[in-house]
């Protein structure tokens, strides 16, 4: 009898996971479906590499693009170095301490603040207490400081997988502990690592709440590549053309197109992160 019942709860259990996977799979193609076959009638070689024009209802996208990659790579500067930085001094120099412990939950904390909330923030520090302005480089460091407890995160995690013996064989052999992190620790831990920094600034690339007060411009007659002047990203572009435009019916295609190039630079980040687990897998082997 305990048999059949154990049994029952588990092909309920089994069939409860195969219909939230079914379900979310339908929905996701659903929504793919819907982007790829209305975005790629719009998709061109001029699409990509015109400036828009006559209020952004003709031209391309090759402003947002641009503006998105200069934005990616600010948050990148910012981000990378400080958040790996800070995940080696936690997870192999802090001691276990009540201070440590705090860091750490107030860091898990950051992590699911409301985007919205960084952009405020960026508002209040970067654009007015620093002086920055409305500019590329305000909206690159608050994406930045969003993206900071992610990279903490992923980073620590993927040093805890390094056991202890690792370190300890180095230490054996006269390594210092500088040495043994840098020669030995990192290097088994880089794929984590990448992994974890590639999905961040994927998001990263994709938030719209956080550039909305910091820099983000409705319509550039041109290109910028100032990180002191306002900017277009792809996000803010579609949002703009999906809910903001003066004449939306008039935009809807332009917005599937972007919509799709979005996702398309999206994807191609999260198959290098991919590509970067793989490859130092096998080099691991």
Partial sequence: MRNKTFRFSSIIEWGTLLLSTLLVCFFLVVVLWEIISKGSAVISWDFVTKVPSDGMTRGGIITPIIGTVLLTLITSIFAIPFGVCCAIYLQEYAEDSWLTRTIRASIRNLSGVPSIIYGLFGLALFVQALQFGTSLVAAGLTLGLLSLPYIITTTEEALMRIPNSTREAALAVGATKFETIKDVIIPSAMSGILTGVVL???RAAGE???????????YINGTSG???????????????????HQSIEEV???AYGTALVLIIVVFLLNLTAFYIRYKYRKNEN
């Fill in 200 to 202: 961040t600034l994927s």
């Fill in 226 to 244: 100032f990180i002191n002047q306002e900017f277009m990203a792809l996000p803010y572009h579609l949002y703009m053309l999906s809910t903001q």
């Fill in 208 to 218: 719209t709440a956080p550039i909305l007060f910091t820099g983000a411009a409705f």
């Fill in 252 to 254: 809807r295609p332009i």
